[in-house]
């Protein structure tokens, strides 16, 4: 079974939210057959690298709120947070574009620590001091952290086009399947969880999912095949493997 989750490192929303379906999927049964496929998605596209400012003064700006009202939202975001065990500073972190953190997470993704990255990424905007958005050399130690090799997350920083149609076509699927918030988690093409929702409503969703799987169903007659006891010959097993 495959779980694809659409995401953004600047949405704290999605940090909740993959601590609480990893939770449980710790705890599912079946969590050895399935399969978890991350996907970009970005909050604020049309951002510009280079345009960065705090947090506050883009929610401000954004959802027309207060300053006050502003901060007592990431005063309940921090406390969600520290539910489930994660560190967040709900003063002083900056908001930017994410587009280059997601040509790495691709890059990433072809060497197999797609998801050591997007934690690490995680960690360094909601919890660490130093902004991944103004310091393209932190970006650079994050993800050799994370076991990236150096030179090739600053090639991928240096062309802009490298692993942009990887993004874009994540996007365009996320637009496709209605996607318009994240995280939005998508079971088997079957089951579509908006949200960081509870991790008793991704275990209800899991179970759900994993329970009305369809059994596979014959295109075909039998043919001939192998199997533990060999490969079949006129209807009787060899001794030959194949």
Request: proline share 4%; hydrophobic share 45%; net charge negative.
């Amino acid at each position: 079974m495959r779980v694809e989750i659409w995401s953004d490192i600047a949405c704290p929303w999605c940090y909740v939210g993959k601590a609480r379906f990893e939770k449980a999927l710790a705890a599912f049964p079946h969590r050895d057959g399935v399969e978890v496929v991350h996907r970009s998605f970005e909050l604020d596209p049309g951002r510009a690298k280079g345009d960065v400012e705090p947090v506050h003064a883009m929610l401000t700006a954004k959802y027309k709120m207060s300053e006050a009202q502003a901060l007592a939202g990431e005063d309940r975001l921090g406390a969600q947070a520290a539910a489930e065990g994660l560190d967040y500073r709900s003063r002083g972190r900056d908001h930017g574009s994410t587009f280059d953190l997601h040509r790495l997470l691709h890059l990433a993704a072809d060497h197999g620590r797609r998801e050591a990255l997007l934690d690490a990424f995680y960690r360094a905007n909601f919890a660490a001091e130093r902004s991944v958005f103004t310091d393209d050399d932190h970006v650079v130690e994050v993800a050799v952290a994370a076991g990236l090799d150096k030179d090739a997350v600053r090639a991928v920083l240096a062309d802009p086009t490298a692993y942009a149609e990887r993004v874009r076509a994540d996007e365009r699927e996320a637009a496709a399947l209605g996607v318009t918030g994240v995280p939005f988690f998508v079971i088997d093409r079957a089951y579509g969880v908006s949200g960081a929702q509870s991790a008793e409503v991704f275990t209800d969703a899991l179970t759900r999912a994993w329970g009305e799987r369809a059994p596979l169903a014959p295109a075909a007659p039998g043919a001939e095949v192998c199997g533990p006891d060999g490969c079949a010959v006129d209807g009787a097993g060899s001794g030959a493997g194949a």
